[in-house]
């Protein structure tokens, strides 16, 4: 049973740089064609796609994000993390870590997700 857990920090303030944590157990982050990803919602926008990583150590994000976003793995942790930089009040919301196997041709479409923690950007 694949199981994800995020973690970090739920309150930051405009300009400082979101880390996230994704612990994956149950199955190891290399194993071939698992793609980990990264999503969130808020109540303004709905579900949004953030980026994945793939067992490979790929990458792709989303285009109104990807100048702000990085995603890394941590391969002896079974980890894998996001970094978002510049964060606003509109990058408030729920984030969520989800994985699939199968590179996500739809990147909402997962087949595992976390319970998603909360973030809010306030001043």
């Known amino acids: 049973q694949v199981q994800l857990q995020e973690s970090g920090p739920g309150l930051l303030k405009p300009s400082q740089t979101l880390s996230l944590t994704c612990t994956v157990s149950?199955?190891?982050?290399?194993?071939?064609?698992?793609?980990w990803g990264w999503l969130r919602q808020s109540p303004g926008k709905g579900r949004e796609w953030i980026g994945y990583?793939?067992?490979?150590?790929?990458?792709d994000f989303n285009p109104s994000l990807t100048s702000r976003t990085s995603i890394s793995s941590d391969t002896v942790k079974n980890q894998f993390a996001l970094q978002l930089t510049s964060v606003t009040p509109e990058d408030t919301g729920v984030y969520f870590c989800?994985?699939?196997?199968?590179?996500?041709?739809?990147?909402?479409?997962?087949?595992?997700w976390g319970q998603g923690t909360q973030v809010t950007v306030s001043s």
């Open positions: 989800a994985s699939r196997l199968g590179e996500p041709r739809d990147p909402y479409n997962w087949d595992y």
């Open positions: 149950g199955v190891s982050i290399t194993n071939n064609y698992s793609y």
């Open positions: 990583i793939g067992y490979g150590g790929d990458t």
